[in-house]
């Protein structure tokens, strides 16, 4: 079974093992793996998530690439996720990245997005074109409405040179 001994020892044989290992551990085993150990994790990646990577207390620094990686894996169950995401320090930049509307809405709740109104459009677009509660609630939070009230709506058009923020009437 994974364990988190298991992992030490085998990266301590190395003389790999670094505080990245410690606080950014899935992107550590992804860049410094063996191609059989990442299989190993990929295939029994809810094992993994489970028994390492939230009981590792400073684990909470994943690279954005890795932590968008971990999310968009289908094979991750949803419950799983949503506790990475509350673990996490990482701040996700576009959550277009993120290709699960329930995903998104969990980062939005965190606050666990970059504060954009790029990224409130792309959620509302993967919603159906609507505002959820929760989407209501985050652009609610007087921290978040601070953010958005300094940067004016951009006028960029979509390939139809429609203006891209028309449809949030």
Same mark, same amino acid.
């Given at each position: 079974?994974?364990?988190?001994?298991?992992?030490?020892?085998?990266?301590?044989?190395?003389?790999?093992?670094?505080?990245?290992?410690?606080?950014?551990?899935?992107?550590?085993?992804?860049?410094?793996?063996?191609?059989?150990?990442?299989?190993?994790?990929?295939?029994?990646?809810?094992?993994?998530?489970?028994?390492?990577?939230?009981?590792?207390?400073? *684990? &909470?620094?994943?690279?954005?690439? #890795?932590? +968008?990686?971990? =999310? $968009?894996? %289908? @094979?991750?169950? /949803?419950?799983? !996720?949503?506790?990475?995401?509350?673990?996490? *320090? &990482?701040?996700?930049?576009?959550? #277009?990245? +993120?290709?699960? =509307? $329930?995903? %998104? @809405?969990?980062? /939005?709740?965190? !606050?666990?997005?970059?504060?954009?109104?790029? *990224?409130?459009?792309?959620?509302?677009?993967?919603?159906?074109?609507?505002?959820?509660?929760?989407?209501?609630?985050?652009?609610?939070?007087?921290?978040?409405?601070?953010?958005?009230?300094?940067?004016?709506?951009?006028?960029?058009?979509?390939?139809?040179?429609?203006?891209?923020?028309?449809?949030?009437?």
């Amino acid at each position: 079974e994974l364990n988190r001994d298991i992992f030490k020892f085998l990266f301590s044989k190395k003389q790999l093992l670094s505080n990245e290992y410690y606080t950014s551990n899935y992107h550590f085993l992804q860049t410094y793996g063996i191609g059989p150990l990442k299989k190993y994790i990929y295939d029994n990646i809810n094992t993994y998530v489970q028994n390492i990577y939230l009981r590792l207390e400073n *684990n &909470t620094e994943e690279t954005e690439c #890795s932590l +968008i990686e971990l =999310l $968009n894996n %289908q @094979n991750l169950k /949803l419950e799983l !996720k949503n506790k990475i995401i509350i673990k996490e *320090n &990482t701040v996700i930049n576009d959550i #277009s990245e +993120i290709t699960d =509307l $329930n995903v %998104q @809405n969990v980062l /939005l709740q965190n !606050k666990k997005v970059f504060v954009s109104w790029e *990224n409130i459009y792309h959620n509302y677009i993967l919603n159906g074109k609507f505002f959820s509660d929760i989407m209501i609630e985050y652009l609610s939070a007087s921290d978040i409405a601070e953010e958005l009230s300094k940067v004016k709506l951009s006028t960029k058009k979509d390939e139809n040179g429609i203006n891209i923020y028309s449809g949030l009437n």
